[in-house]
């Protein structure tokens, strides 16, 4: 069976068996698929998240039969899904009006799948809920001084917002602020600012 199919029955199987779990799993919110396989997709849908996506990208996800709990923006046409909530965004941005939702609603952690990287939004909401963001075939996240990681030897990573020089341990820094890892092993990150925005591969 073609890979694409399979992935199609596949989510549509977990369209119809979705569970309400309620904020116990980071919520899900889609901006964008470029680069971002089907099967990533799928795996983020495993434990059947909160899922929001822009009025851009909810026609592509109905066309998989992919659940949606509510769309950021109203959709261009008819409504793509008789039960889909709308998150209105007056003046705003799709990310900013999904985060403000997320945030007053309570959710704890959220992963975004996004073509843009918008980093002055994210460092705003980092604070009031835990974020992962996909995009452009890194995974970018936020962490805090002393932060710690496991990596195999050689990996990349990129230091986003350092506003400072960070100290690092087990790694080797490339330029630009980017760092290779050394060895199969811990890498170790201090700096003096609240939150630091690591993007590695993914």
């Known amino acids: 069976m073609p890979a694409q199919k399979y992935l199609i029955i596949y989510l549509k199987f977990m369209s119809s068996h979705h569970i309400v779990r309620e904020k116990q799993e980071p919520a899900l919110l889609v901006l964008g698929l470029q680069q971002f396989t089907d099967d990533e997709l799928g795996q983020l849908l495993e ?92 995974k970018i996240y936020p962490v805090r001084s002393g932060f710690t990681k496991w990596k195999p030897a050689s990996e990349q990573l990129v230091l986003l917002n350092a506003t400072g020089a960070a100290e690092t341990c087990g790694l080797l820094p490339n330029g630009d602020s980017s760092y290779q890892t050394l060895t199969d092993g811990f890498f170790k990150l201090k700096f003096n600012q609240p939150l630091l925005f690591i993007a590695e591969g993914f």
């Open 47 to 138: 434990w059947s998240p909160t899922l929001i996506a822009s009025a851009a990208m909810a026609e592509q996800l109905t066309v998989y039969e992919i659940k949606l709990d509510y769309i950021v923006g109203a959709p261009a046409g008819d409504e793509l899904q008789s039960d889909v909530k709308i998150i209105e965004a007056p003046g705003q941005s799709w990310l900013v009006a999904a985060l403000q939702f997320l945030v007053a609603q309570g959710y704890p952690a959220v992963n975004i799948v996004t073509d843009v990287i918008e980093l002055s939004v994210y460092e705003q909401y980092a604070p009031q809920i835990n974020l992962v963001v996909f995009c452009n075939r890194q």
